[in-house]
């Protein structure tokens, strides 16, 4: 009972910031164009504010951990390999197969990393979510615009070469990476922090989770998941369940515990980022089948996580 409260402690408040996003959008408290705005800005501002936040404020000579590093980076090639093998078998459509691949494999690790790991472990945290999203994400997003570019449709309207070009560019100027690429500079550098930087710095990453969750719950629509129904559904076992089981065994025989397996867990089995409809939609797929993963994961990791984490704490491993 004691593990099950600690996981549900981890997971209830989570989930309910989602609950009260799509309860206000029923009462019309948030609207399509706010959801639409709260998500705009916790990509562009609040969450790169937020990753630069943890990152600039670690002190990496002392929490640098290059095997974890390492090992979240390996496990996120392997995991986009394993997607793209299933889809073969599950998508038949080439420009769906794209989206499948995407939202298989790409966790909202960012925004659901940092919010677990504050949330189980408090200001105590040590610098495992950074970490990890340093081995993941900016790998998340160059695949994920590769992979998208090679399944599109080619009567878009765009030649391959400005295709590629655009691309490039979409990657180099993604918020989070430059947030990323600016924390650790400013770690590595040791540039100082006065007061009132910091104190800014601290309310506007302060917005990231709560305008997050918020706006994914806020976006959510239970009819849409209806549409592509069977790739969708595989999508979501893989996310919220498949490569957890697969690398978390490995994981823990490597000697990962504590603060670095929540990272991990959240890498690995947390819903599908909502970046992925974006990004889908912009490089000319359709993006149904991304929304619909999108939906069943956001609603289903709150289950799966609460799982994954009591059978760890009763494992010991947290």
């Not at 997971?11 to 706010?34: C, H, N, Q, S």
């Not at 500079?185 to 302060?206: D, E, M, R, Y």
């Not at 000697?255 to 980022?273: N, R, Y």
């Not at 619909?292 to 947290?318: E, P």
């Amino acid at each position: 009972m004691e593990n099950l409260v600690f996981s549900l402690n981890a997971t209830v408040p989570i989930f309910a910031m989602m609950v009260l996003g799509y309860l206000f959008r029923k009462i019309g408290l948030i609207d399509e164009k706010a959801a639409s705005w709260m998500n705009k800005f916790v990509f562009k501002i609040a969450l790169p504010v937020l990753v630069f936040k943890d990152l600039a404020g670690q002190d990496f000579a002392g929490t640098w951990n290059g095997k974890f590093v390492l090992f979240c980076f390996g496990v996120t090639v392997l995991s986009i390999i394993l997607s793209a093998l299933v889809s073969g078998l599950v998508v038949k459509d080439r420009a769906k197969r794209g989206e499948f691949i995407q939202a298989s494999y790409r966790s909202s690790a960012a925004l659901l990393g940092i919010a677990f790991i504050h949330n189980i472990y408090g200001e105590s945290a040590s610098g495992m979510g950074p970490l990890m999203i340093l081995g993941s994400v900016p790998l998340y997003n160059v695949c994920a615009v590769t992979v998208l570019m090679l399944t599109a449709e080619q009567d878009n309207g765009k030649d391959r070469k400005g295709l590629v070009k655009s691309t490039l560019k979409g990657i180099v100027t993604n918020p989070i990476i430059i947030g990323i690429a600016v924390g650790l500079l400013w770690s590595l550098l040791c540039i100082p922090q006065p007061k009132v930087f910091q104190t800014i710095v601290s309310n506007i990453a302060g917005l990231a989770t709560p305008l997050g969750l918020m706006s994914m719950g806020a976006t959510f629509e239970f009819k849409k998941a209806i549409g592509d129904i069977k790739p969708a559904l595989v999508a979501a076992f893989i996310k919220l369940f498949a490569l957890a089981a697969i690398f978390l065994p490995i994981a823990v025989a490597l000697g990962f515990a504590g603060e670095q397996i929540v990272a991990i867990l959240v890498m690995l089995g947390s819903a599908t980022t909502v970046s992925c409809y974006i990004m889908a939609k912009s490089m000319g797929h359709e993006g149904t089948l991304s929304s619909n993963v999108i939906m069943l994961t956001t609603f289903g990791c709150s289950f799966s996580l609460t799982l994954w984490l009591f059978v760890l704490r009763s494992l010991g491993v947290i």
